[in-house]
């Protein structure tokens, strides 16, 4: 299948401070990347969706100022997150693909995010 | 109701069983059904990736859809230990994948 990767893996940083997570494809072209959440022994949620060239698409309580997306290239995606608060500790996972109907998801390795 | 229902398990098997996992969904419109496996604190990895009903195989994996019933299962013969991971069904119509919540399989040898 096709190459996602996502750096960091791991990140700890202390509250107040903003994190960025780079999302790439490696041997394809990303027309379309999803950002998710999840909690331990939960499944994955979505935070938002992102189409190269136009502003990112959040869903319902996700904050949009605090999950900056970036989406400058078909390759490249990142998320950031500003003001880190203790709450803001997850996994984040990045997917990318091109989004014909019937295109496959390939997901990135994951971001675990530790905020003192 | 939830779109998408999936047992969390942990479903515990010996090592060699068969092993069905299954998921049923509300939504018509569902027509690419996928399966992910996911370690812990790793990405989700496509599995079997299906459209509309049948069976399809690849190695040990058979994955089944029938959409009349809107239930699809994964079928893992001859399991590993090293099977042993969280198993996410996934699916959508023309919009974002939903997800069901995973099933957390622990296979001993």
Redesign the interface.
Known sequence: ?AV?S?HPSWVICKSGTSVKIECRSLDFQATTM?WYRQFP????M?MA?SNEGSKATYEQGVEKDKFLINHASLTLSTLTVTSAHPEDSS?Y?C?AGNMG??E???????T?LSVL | QKEVEQDPGPLSVPEGAIVSLNCTYSNSAFQYFMWYRQYSRKGPELLMYTYSSGNKEDGRFTAQVDKSSKYISLFIRDSQPSDSATYLCAMRGFQKLVFGTGTRLLVSP
């Open positions: 299948g996602v996502q999803f022994k939960q499944s994955l979505l969706t996994f996972i997917s109907a019937n496959k998801l390939f997901f990135g390795s994951g675990q």
